[in-house]
């Protein structure tokens, strides 16, 4: 997918009243910087509507490059999908 569709994708999601996000990068072998400014975005966004994104399945590549643009303290990343629900959903008490 290229950064401008992934861009709007993401800003589809938001439009639509998306509050929890979770994005499997499993098969994301590299992020360019477009794609970590889409995502610092949708973050922001969601965070607004009392939501928040998670990134699940981050390859190693892929974080190196997060961890050199500064996106690692303001994403949380997940080691898989339910890990990421569990972040998003928590048990009420």
Not at 48 to 74: I, T
């Amino acid at each position: 997918m290229t950064a401008p569709a992934f861009k709007q994708k993401l800003a589809d999601l938001v439009a639509a009243g998306e509050k929890k996000v979770i994005l499997d990068l499993a098969e994301t072998s590299y992020i360019a910087s477009s794609g970590l400014g889409a995502i610092s975005e949708t973050a922001k966004a969601v965070r607004k509507k009392g939501g928040d994104l998670c990134l699940a399945r981050v390859q190693y590549l892929s974080r190196e490059v997060m961890n050199f643009f500064g996106l690692m303290p303001f994403v949380k990343i997940c080691e898989d999908v339910d890990e990421a629900m569990r972040f998003l959903n928590p048990p009420q008490r």
